[in-house]
């Protein structure tokens, strides 16, 4: 006896749906997040290591105190005020914006204290800068 097959049919996944509900899943995840931002972060500064570099035969210093007092080349100013500082770096340079600029500021000195140095310094147009480091003790 000869029985007739029905025949079989491939069973196929569809996998669209299940691609749809993860990308749904991971967007409202990402909209529904709440992303903190840190307050306060614990630095531990990096030691400068090597030799120091030869100093060049000319050269302005800008020194900043623990207060945020500025001396330009160990001429200390009388106040804290960019346009002080910036008559300072013009007097001091006579104009030559390619005289290398040391800002060496104290290790407790305010952040703002040397951006502001920084940003009187770049905009009188000097373009050499270098910030100075502790050697490590060996």
Do not use: C, W
Not at 50 to 60: H, N, S, V
């Amino acid at each position: 006896m000869k029985f007739q097959r029905q025949p079989v049919e491939e069973v196929n996944v569809n996998l669209t749906p299940l691609i749809d509900v993860v990308f749904l899943l991971l967007i409202f995840f990402m909209v529904s997040t709440t992303f903190t931002r840190e307050r306060e972060l614990t630095l531990e500064l990096p030691q400068a290591v090597g030799e120091a570099a030869a100093e060049a035969p000319e050269f302005i210093e800008i020194q900043i105190t623990a207060d945020g007092e500025y001396a330009v080349n160990q001429q200390r100013l009388v106040n804290r005020d960019r346009e002080t500082l910036e008559r300072a770096l013009k007097r001091e340079s006579k104009g030559n914006v390619d005289i290398p600029l040391i800002i060496t500021a104290d290790a407790n000195a305010a952040h703002q204290s040397v951006m502001t140095a920084m940003d009187v310094s770049g905009a009188l147009g000097f373009t050499r800068l270098r910030l100075t480091a502790q050697q490590p003790e060996q």
